[in-house]
């Protein structure tokens, strides 16, 4: 069963076109990924689900339905308050607040009262430890690796049933990148639906139980993630594997053959 249907989706940022009749569906229980390259309307898919396209000018047009409610019409706290949770791209933790408010400002639109607030700040003190052993420092002096994790603490604070997470591992060294992924499947393997965009195709694929590969504001493929892995399209275009006929082919136009490195692993 679908946990979040997104039908027909089309968004503009005034005479940008980002999304062109975007469908998705993200299975309950399961992680779910979108793939992409640079400006492919990722960040705005994640944005029209969490309803914050208006604080970026983004206007949409389509249905998206989180466990058969719709969330057009919805604020973006209301969307936090029916369980979806976004961790936006670049982290955007409090720079000057503290670990240990920024944890707390994610709780604010929580369900449940104080018990469910305690416990979830045991559970995030579990994920990851090092925000206990941080929790008075201000957030601004956390390596790249650790906002990460204060962004998904954060997010996690507030009980979400459906994690929306915009390219967690990037600018990340690969061990961190590799712990972020761990801490991914685990959140879902404790029974929170994740929707991951990712830069980073290798990573996302081996998560993932299903994944999307958006094109120019389009789904240009989507399908089991071992079956896209194993694509020549998805392997040459985001896995930075070349094909020799088609560097043959490239060689034979004079030009070099197209590697995406930032894609590969
Ligand atoms: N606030 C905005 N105003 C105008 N255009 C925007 C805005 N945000 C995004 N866009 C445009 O919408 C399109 C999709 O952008 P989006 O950020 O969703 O892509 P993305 O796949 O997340 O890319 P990236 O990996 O670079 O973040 C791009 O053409 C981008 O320039």
Do not use: C
């Not at 396209?53 to 308050?81: K, M, N, S, Y």
């Not at 559970?123 to 994790?149: D, K, N, W, Y």
């Not at 139980?209 to 120019?216: I, R």
Request: charged fraction near 20%.
């Amino acid at each position: 069963m679908a946990t979040l249907e997104i039908r027909a989706l089309s968004v503009g940022y005034g005479p940008v076109r980002a999304l062109r009749d975007v469908s998705v569906d993200v299975p309950a229980g399961a992680i779910t990924a979108v793939l992409g390259g640079n400006g492919a309307g990722k960040t705005t898919l994640l944005r029209a689900v969490s309803r914050t396209l208006g604080f970026h000018r983004g206007t949409g047009t389509g249905t998206i339905r989180f466990d058969g409610q719709a969330l057009e019409g919805l604020g973006p706290a209301q969307v936090v308050a029916a369980g979806v949770v976004q961790v936006p791209e670049g982290r955007q933790v409090f720079a000057r607040m503290t670990v240990a408010d920024n944890l707390r400002a994610g709780a604010l639109g929580a369900r449940g009262g104080r018990k469910a607030v305690a416990a979830a700040l045991t559970r995030v003190h579990e994920l990851f430890p090092v925000l206990a052993q941080r929790a008075h420092q201000r957030a601004g002096l956390l390596s790249g690796g650790e906002q990460q994790m204060l962004a998904m603490g954060r997010a996690l604070m507030a009980g979400p049933r459906l994690l929306l997470l915009d390219e967690p591992s990037l600018g990340l060294a690969p061990l961190m990148a590799q712990k972020i992924a761990e801490t991914v499947q685990e959140i879902n393997a404790a029974g929170t639906s994740v929707m991951l965009v990712e830069q980073n195709a290798s990573i996302a694929l081996r998560l993932a139980t299903t994944a999307y590969v958006l094109d120019v504001g389009e789904v240009a493929l989507e399908g089991p993630a071992g079956e896209l892995a194993a694509s020549d399209e998805v392997r040459r275009r985001y896995l930075g594997v070349v094909d020799e006929t088609a560097a043959e082919d490239a060689d034979r136009a004079g030009r070099a053959p197209r590697t995406l490195s930032r894609w590969s692993a």
